[in-house]
């Protein structure tokens, strides 16, 4: 079994900024995040291969948010910038240990574990 906790979600303006952290109770090997807004489908946003630090980047979010690891503190981090409305959603940290499942890193089915979520809100 494989713990998440997620932290850093807030309210903020549009234009600015927040991290979010999802702390893991052990390693593995890959971990996205995700997001859902109300009436709308879960969304992959992120994800990194813990092992490599390679990293998938939806297009909707390229260039504004980056994800980065702390191996040592075995947490994951997604750094979101220049915030839009748009972004406002219910966020995920999702984990899985194993190496291949046939999905790829933006579908939520191929994750095992999830955190309890947190929320991002963005005002215009």
């Known amino acids: 079994q494989v713990q998440l906790v997620e932290s850093g979600g807030g309210s903020v303006q549009a234009g600015g900024s927040l991290r979010l952290s999802c702390a893991a109770s052990?390693?593995?090997?890959?971990v996205g995040w995700f997001r859902q807004a109300p009436g709308k489908g879960r969304e992959g946003v992120a994800a990194?291969?813990?092992?490599?630090?390679?990293?998938n980047i939806v297009d909707s979010v390229k260039g504004r948010f980056t994800i980065s690891q702390d191996n040592a503190k075995n947490t994951v981090y997604l750094q979101m910038n220049s915030l839009k409305p748009e972004d406002t959603a219910m966020y995920y940290c999702a984990a899985d240990t194993r190496s291949y499942t046939g999905l790829g890193a933006g579908v939520a089915t191929r994750y095992s574990y999830w955190g309890q979520g947190t929320q991002v809100t963005v005002s215009s």
């Open positions: 990194i291969y813990r092992g490599s630090g390679n990293v």
């Open positions: 052990r390693y593995t090997y890959i």
